[in-house]
């Protein structure tokens, strides 16, 4: 997905949000906003906007010197959300099927992102997402996947927030259960509010997964840039999951089979999304609207 025009003002959204988390200092936040301006008049439009945003973060870390500015919001979300699994695990039990109930449960968590917003409720959200239809469902076609795989078979999930890890966690037990090894790729460096390993080993994800960092500090999963030890196993994997916004603009143009599984937060990523799996764009404005796509590699939106 290549950067939008609209994106630009976004990117001096939320540099004016980070500045101020960062620092008290009007003369530093105004530099960066300056400072930021000018990445914007130089940007690559055909860059995906997550890799795009790497250069407006590192220059907020360097003039406000603050490298993880929302890491205080990060350890918050984590509690609550681990504070919510006991219940989502008892809605998971009277369920009919508690694989696809938690893969509600990590779509719906995908509101916590700070990039996209600043002010959303989780405890709502993890109410609607299992009351609302999926925008886009290809809920089916995973479930059906999962049942040609066998044990040992090889599953790669991308991960997306903090907070939201916790709720990928219901998910990823469900798949190790049936005896798949699983392999959780987070971010290498800080950046928003993505998760990183120390976010995965707080939910317990190490118990059940193998944790691996991506090598970047990308708020998506740039192939081009990443780790060759995440190139290889994205390779290999017999099946693969993308949490969120930001993995979905990286990848949504590679050739490989992903399930994209996503709150859509931005009118830009509903467009583009409608467009290739074929959706309405009335239907995906970028209003918090779910989504279970099936992506096969190719630009035209077909499915297998």
Not at 119 to 126: G, I, K, L, P, Y
Not at 223 to 242: G, H, K, M, P
């Amino acid at each position: 997905m290549k950067t939008a025009l609209e994106c630009l003002p976004c990117y001096l959204r939320q540099a004016l949000q980070v500045a101020g988390i960062s620092t008290d200092d009007v003369a530093l936040q105004l530099q960066t906003m300056r400072k930021v301006a000018e990445l914007t008049i130089a940007m690559d439009m055909e860059r995906t906007p997550p890799e795009n945003s790497v250069a407006v973060y590192r220059a907020i870390a360097e003039i406000t010197g603050c490298a993880d500015p929302y890491l205080a919001l990060k350890q918050a979300s984590n509690e609550q959300a681990i504070a919510l699994l006991p219940q989502c695990r008892d809605i998971m039990t009277t369920s009919d099927n508690s694989l696809a109930t938690a893969l509600r449960f990590a779509i719906g968590g995908n509101i916590i992102d700070y990039g996209a917003t600043y002010s959303f409720d989780v405890e709502q959200a993890m109410v609607r997402c299992l009351r609302v239809e999926y925008a886009v469902d290809n809920s089916a076609d995973f479930l059906e996947r999962l049942e040609t795989m066998t044990e040992g078979d090889r599953i790669l999930y991308l991960a997306d927030n903090s907070g939201e890890i916790v709720y990928d966690l219901l998910v990823v037990k469900e798949l190790a259960d049936r005896g798949f090894l699983v392999t959780v790729a987070v971010k290498s460096g800080a950046i928003i509010n993505d998760a990183l390993f120390a976010d995965a080993v707080a939910c317990g994800m190490d118990q059940y997964a193998t944790i691996l960092e991506n090598g970047t500090s990308c708020p998506g999963t740039p192939l081009e840039s990443c780790s060759d030890e995440l190139a290889r196993t994205f390779q290999r994997a017999d099946l693969i999951i993308s949490k969120g916004q930001g993995n979905f603009e990286t990848l949504s143009e590679v050739d490989a089979e992903i399930f994209f599984l996503l709150t859509v937060k931005c009118s830009v990523v509903g467009a583009h999304l409608a467009k290739i799996s074929k959706t309405a764009k009335t239907e995906l404005p970028g209003n918090g609207e779910l989504v279970f796509y099936h992506y096969n590699g190719n630009s035209d939106g077909k499915t297998h």
